[in-house]
């Protein structure tokens, strides 16, 4: 898995374009076209763009923890599917929302916090993570 983070609007769809220019066919799914979370893929090669989005849509139904555990078997399933074959490959875009001033909504909060640790996780569990900010890449792991 590679996940990429980085603020919002800071170039990171289009650095995965261009880093990733020679693979072919790609799944693309993004969460801010309105398309639903996938848990099987089309393709070997898959990008899911937005989790905070999804992540957002969570937080009217359950806790923060909550969602981080049922997140960290999402992404292990992610992690099976991508290890049954070496040409499988999940790269991951999500905007970092967990800087700047807590929100004062409660709502908001447990978005941010759900947002924080499944960053965490996602993280933990790739083998490339790259951060944009304003279209430059910096990889952290």
Known sequence: MHFVTGGAYNGKAEWVRNYYSEEAPVQWISAYRGEALPFDFDEDFVVLQGI???????????????????????????????????TRCCIIIGADITKGIVPIEAYDRTWRDASGWVFQDIAAASSRVDIIWYGIAQQVK
């Open 52 to 86: 905070e989005m999804w992540l957002r849509n969570e937080v009217q139904q359950q806790t923060a923890a909550a969602i981080r555990m049922k997140w960290q078997e999402i992404i292990k399933r992610w992690r099976i599917w991508e290890e049954e074959k070496k």
